[in-house]
């Protein structure tokens, strides 16, 4: 198939162009770098299957020649950068998304938006099933992204409804690996980079807050299973092996043999206390479930950021205070 990835060149869209790429299909990246990086796609370029076009979804897509999938992933996710960017992550969930309808909506497409467990808010059901409304909170500081994904979702369901857009949602849960930032403010690379750089992990509140964190190459296989099939969503991905955070701290000291220290701070705005999906849909639909556990998943990030020792003490300037480079009330987001 030719399938273009919005957002190719983030930390998500590399791992799924790539593995497209590898199993046969040709692929169409297009990334305007605000938060993705060449050098997450520097073994992709210079492949007769792989395109790279800079550009801005929010601006429009032209892509040329026949396309048979678009995969949505185009938006700032990291609350860093969507704090930094807020007016960009509106545009991007809303035009960028309706541009990428639009373009599949053309050439008689397969359409799949990357949604996200962020339009549960702090949920009052546990754990999240994808029939739960959310609990979000629509003006706080995490509103650009939440409503961005949710008026996504909507757009889809629209252009489904009403045009016959071949539609998938999926909506992704806490996921990390290699390639995801040193500095992205989310709570498994916030920790990694303090106790590699021997500075104290900082945990809001008592740390009971719970998440359920996928690794990189399982969350793509269910993002691959659901571009190859029919399924119209919306449908979670995620781990549902619940840890808290307090958990997911001991277990980063142990594997880094890092003597940090463990700091805490009052719990932030609009933190969701529990985080947890529920994949039976995923398990029915698509034949999808995680394989990977925390303890290995860990340790193959962390082999990666330690081949990065200048990227990961730059970012210690940026999680010093905690999990974030925002604003209090900005922890980690799921995607």
């Given at each position: 198939?030719?399938?273009?990835?919005?957002?190719?060149?983030?930390f998500l869209?590399?791992h799924?162009?790539?593995?497209?790429?590898?199993?046969?299909?040709?692929?169409?990246?297009?990334?305007?770098l605000?938060?993705?990086r060449?050098?997450?796609?520097a073994?992709?370029?210079?492949?007769p299957?792989?395109?790279?076009?800079?550009?801005?979804?929010?601006?429009?897509?032209?892509?040329?020649?026949?396309?048979?999938?678009?995969?949505?992933?185009?938006?700032?996710?990291?609350?860093?950068?969507?704090?930094?960017?807020?007016?960009?992550?509106?545009?991007?969930?809303?035009?960028?998304?309706?541009h990428?309808?639009?373009?599949?909506?053309?050439c008689?497409?397969?359409?799949?938006?990357?949604?996200?467990?962020?339009?549960?808010?702090?949920?009052?059901?546990h754990?999240?099933?994808?029939?739960?409304?959310?609990?979000v909170?629509?003006?706080?500081?995490?509103?650009?992204y939440?409503?961005?994904?949710?008026?996504?979702?909507?757009?889809?369901?629209?252009?489904?409804?009403?045009?016959?857009?071949?539609?998938g949602?999926?909506?992704?849960?806490?996921?990390?690996?290699?390639?995801?930032?040193?500095?992205?403010?989310?709570?498994?690379?916030?920790?990694?980079?303090?106790?590699?750089?021997?500075?104290?992990?900082?945990i809001?509140?008592?740390?009971?807050?719970?998440r359920?964190?996928?690794?990189?190459?399982?969350?793509?296989?269910?993002?691959?299973a659901?571009?190859?099939?029919?399924a119209?969503?919306p449908?979670?991905l995620?781990?549902p092996?619940?840890r808290?955070v307090?958990?997911?701290?001991?277990?980063?000291?142990?594997?880094t043999?890092?003597s940090?220290?463990?700091?805490?701070?009052?719990?932030?705005?609009?933190?969701?206390?529990?985080?947890?999906?529920?994949?039976?849909?995923?398990?029915?639909?698509l034949?999808?479930?995680?394989?990977?556990?925390?303890?290995e998943?860990?340790r193959?990030?962390?082999?990666?950021?330690?081949?990065?020792?200048?990227?990961v003490?730059?970012a210690?300037?940026s999680?010093?205070?905690g999990?974030?480079?925002?604003?209090?009330?900005?922890i980690e987001?799921?995607?």
């Amino acid at each position: 198939m030719r399938v273009l990835v919005t957002g190719g060149a983030g930390f998500l869209g590399s791992h799924l162009a790539e593995t497209l790429v590898r199993r046969g299909d040709t692929v169409v990246c297009v990334d305007d770098l605000s938060t993705g990086r060449m050098s997450n796609i520097a073994g992709l370029m210079g492949r007769p299957s792989f395109d790279f076009q800079r550009s801005d979804v929010s601006k429009g897509l032209h892509v040329g020649g026949s396309i048979d999938v678009v995969a949505h992933l185009a938006s700032p996710a990291s609350p860093p950068d969507y704090q930094r960017r807020p007016l960009e992550t509106l545009a991007a969930g809303s035009r960028g998304t309706e541009h990428a309808l639009e373009l599949a909506n053309r050439c008689n497409a397969r359409f799949v938006l990357a949604s996200t467990s962020e339009v549960y808010g702090d949920p009052l059901v546990h754990p999240q099933h994808e029939d739960y409304w959310g609990n979000v909170n629509p003006i706080g500081p995490r509103s650009v992204y939440d409503e961005a994904k949710r008026f996504a979702e909507a757009l889809t369901f629209a252009y489904r409804r009403s045009l016959g857009v071949n539609t998938g949602v999926v909506r992704i849960f806490n996921t990390y690996g290699p390639r995801i930032q040193p500095h992205d403010g989310r709570v498994v690379t916030s920790f990694i980079t303090q106790a590699l750089n021997g500075d104290p992990l900082t945990i809001y509140g008592d740390g009971s807050q719970t998440r359920s964190f996928c690794y990189v190459d399982d969350l793509v296989a269910g993002l691959v299973a659901m571009i190859d099939s029919d399924a119209e969503g919306p449908i979670n991905l995620g781990n549902p092996v619940e840890r808290t955070v307090r958990e997911l701290a001991e277990l980063v000291l142990a594997q880094t043999e890092s003597s940090s220290t463990v700091e805490h701070h009052p719990l932030p705005t609009d933190d969701p206390t529990r985080r947890k999906p529920d994949i039976s849909k995923a398990r029915q639909l698509l034949g999808w479930s995680p394989r990977i556990d925390a303890e290995e998943g860990l340790r193959r990030t962390i082999a990666w950021f330690r081949t990065r020792p200048q990227e990961v003490a730059a970012a210690a300037a940026s999680v010093a205070g905690g999990q974030l480079d925002g604003p209090p009330g900005l922890i980690e987001e799921a995607s």
